[in-house]
């Protein structure tokens, strides 16, 4: 099947509806392989178990960068091509990227109780996440500001690849505005080498992790295909009482 | 160049002229620095200490004031259409109407700026490294809200929502233009290297904001 | 010059407003837009003013300035006035003279459209009527071989409307070429007729 049949909506919901049964079942293999893995990784000899928590932590941090990344790619679509299926890629993975953002926001606090002695501090990932959190919610408040989906849809790839053009200068601020003000004070994670023992049920959780994001997307894209449809529909309804 | 320096001129009138933003901008940063030590307590040496990060959290919400309406009258008007068909490319003209909001809006904050200083009990030598900073960054914090101006009328409603949206986009400004000031002020670090990160970002935003606006715009008139 | 289209077509909000829509006009020719409400009179001159994409179908401009759009060699005279309330009748005037064209002749328009002696007054102490004379002022202030009118006749009083009519007709003889959208005659007699929204 050529690339360009993927580009038909129909098409796509034929493929997507194929799809998501076998990608459900693999992301709850991955998950359940995953689990077990981190399950019967080693504790850490100065954290104990709450090492733990970097199995879901890490792998939503990066899953939350990945969402962006996926706008960003769709909004190209969107402004360059002008492809409809390109924008509901956009749409459906907002939602889904800031879940994942929370994820590790919500993971980080819970791990920083234990290990800072507080639920929050401002060290330089965790503030930037709380931008990228940000700064998907701002998206998100923009659909829904629109009332015309394709004007909302150039509206929101022009903010996505505008933020795409920004998250690394804010990163980096971040980085240097941390430096400033708190010298080394918070512990780090990111020891050079990572034990295999610990590294490969992290890389496991990660898969697991991006298949999810993979089974949800393709689910909620299928389901914004519809709903147009649907809103499609009513306005030939609406124009044909007209006539 | 005959094009843009007219629409800098009118947009320059329209802010002085009655019922223009110009100044309002500037009072409201006024209010702001003079509210701030009924919040936290007259402790002069306090205020000395966060007084450039107020002022700086001040010319942000100031010079975001007007910003929102910097495309939506001229959309309401008709003006805008007009505009679109002048022979300056689109990108130029937005960038003139950003230079006439800076200079009607952030250039009287940071010229007033000193003088609040007065009042946190700043060092009148650390007010103009201050003054300076503000002069160095305000550029971009307008290059930003051009994006959230231009948005809003694409969407035709929100206004003041996706000026908020952009908000974000101005944390390094901030981060610089406050760590500049400090390093002006009491160190540890040098001054040179936060200022000059600062005026790359402003450079950096004077290119990516009109861009951005320009393509909102076309796009938005669809 | 010949400005002509093929095809057009206009989808808003996921309905077709109208499609296949093609003219020709050469120089001195006139093209009245007529339909219902809705019908996308207002859509098709945006569209050729260039502010509105199309949805399929060309658009092109025979023998005008090449390294120039269509969309800056037209004047387009949409429903709003694109007046300032601050500023006055002269300075409205000559602002769009300077941005839109090379050399404006304000005074000679004003004179055109009866507002020479109100043109230091505010524009907001302007009429509706006075306000529409004001904006079709720009069209003569700076020559553009292409007039867009959208309904440009409201708000205009009987006089006003025969000063309007004389410009169109000067604007045709001198070689231009006029595409008004309205719902009745404007005063152009030669002018021939499109009908959107008949199917």
Known sequence: MALIDLANPSRFLALAGRALPWLAFATALAFGVGLVMAFNAPDDYQQGATVKIMFLHVPAAWLGMFGWTLMSL?????????????????????????????????????????????????????????????????????????????????????LTLVGAINLPIIKFSVDWWNTLHQPASVIRLGAPAIHPAILTPLLVMALAFLLLFLTLHLAAMRNEILRRRVRTLRLIQADESHA | MKELAALLMRDIKLAVRAGGGALIG???????????????????????????????????????????RLFATDYEDGSLDLIMMGRAPLEFAILAKALAHWLTTALPLVVVAPLLGLLLNMEFQSMTFVALTLLAGTPALTCIGLIGAALAVTLRRGGLLLAVLVLPLTIPVLIFGVAASNAAIAGPVPFGPPFTILCALSLASIVIGPFAAAAALRHGLE | MRLWAENLACVRGGREVFAGVSFALGSGEALLVTGRNGAGKSSLLRMVAGLLRRSAGSLGLDAGEADHSIAEQAHYLGHQDALKPSLSVLENLSFWGAYLGASPASGKALDAVGLRDLSGLPAAYLSAGQRRRLSIARLVAVKRPIWLLDEPTSALDSPAQSQLAELMRGHLHGGGIIVAAAHGPIGLERARELKLGAA
Do not use: N, Q
């Open chain 1, 74 to 158: 769709s909004a190209f679509g969107t402004l360059v091509w002008r492809h409809p299926l390109a924008d509901v890629a956009a749409k459906a993975a907002v939602p889904i990227g800031a879940a994942f953002t929370l994820l590790c926001l919500v993971t980080g606090s819970l791990w920083g109780r234990p290990m800072w002695g507080t639920s929050w501090v401002w060290d330089a990932r965790l503030t930037s996440v709380l931008v990228l959190f940000l700064m998907y919610l701002g998206v998100m408040a923009l659909y829904r500001t629109a009332e015309d989906p394709a004007r909302g849809a150039r509206a929101a790839a022009i």
């Open chain 2, 26 to 68: 500037a009072l409201f940063f006024l209010i702001v620095a003079t509210l701030l030590p009924f919040a936290i307590g007259p402790d002069l040496a306090l205020l000395a200490r966060i007084g450039p990060a107020m002022l700086w959290i001040g010319a942000l919400l100031a010079s975001l004031l007007a910003l929102d």
